[in-house]
């Protein structure tokens, strides 16, 4: 993997944070590292905060299911050309799914993806928010309630979308780089569990 553009940040984690260690122990274990840690490790009191609002947004109670919206942040990635964030979230939302073949099917074409119409809609509605953000009016969500989705759907969707937008950015800026089908896999189990210290952080025997 080439280095990321900010050197600075992909070799001086804040010391102490539980990121840092989590890079140190699976560098001791010979295992892929994604540089996106590297981002989150720099200034940890920051990113904590992005860390409990990616938990609060991604794993929180909501009408969508934890695979629906990492289906949903695939996708806005997928709009938004960025491999590392659409690669790390359709191994995620494969797995909490159990269906990674659906997940390459709406990548491939939403049109003919095996979803349901409601699906369908919400997910065309994220790509337009993503990018065609001025056309977007009323009546897209109108329509999104005539496909059943209560407002409060439709804000967490449109909340995770925009949280990946953002993260897209973050790391495509800072050139976190792809990784391996396997590497994606790994972290996919350790994201299926969620965003927080608590489910991510190694633990001792």
């Known amino acids: 993997m080439n280095p990321m553009y900010l050197k600075d940040v992909e070799n001086n984690p804040e010391p102490g944070g539980w990121r840092a260690k989590m890079i140190e122990t699976m560098r001791a274990a010979n295992a892929p590292i994604p540089q996106i840690l590297h981002l989150l490790a720099f200034k940890p009191d920051v990113t904590k905060e992005l860390e409990s609002f990616t938990q609060k947004v991604m794993r929180g109670p909501s009408p969508l ?40 099917s709406v990548l491939q074409d939403l049109e003919t993806a095996p979803v349901g119409g409601a699906e369908r809609a919400l997910l065309a509605f994220v790509k337009k928010v993503t990018q065609n953000l001025p056309a977007v009016a009323e009546a897209d969500i109108e329509a999104l309630h005539s496909h059943g989705w209560s407002d409060e759907a439709i804000y967490d969707a449109v909340t995770v979308c925009a949280l990946f937008n953002f993260y897209n950015r973050w790391v495509s800026a800072s050139g976190v780089g792809d990784m391996t089908a396997e590497a994606y896999r790994q972290t996919a189990k350790r994201l299926a569990k969620g965003y927080s210290e608590q489910a991510q952080a190694p633990r001792s025997e």
Request: aromatic share 4%.
């Open 65 to 104: 299911s934890p695979g629906l919206r990492e289906l949903i942040a695939t996708y806005t990635s997928a709009s938004n050309e960025c491999p590392f964030c659409r690669n790390s979230h359709a191994a995620v939302a494969g797995d909490l799914l159990q269906d990674e073949h659906l997940v390459a």
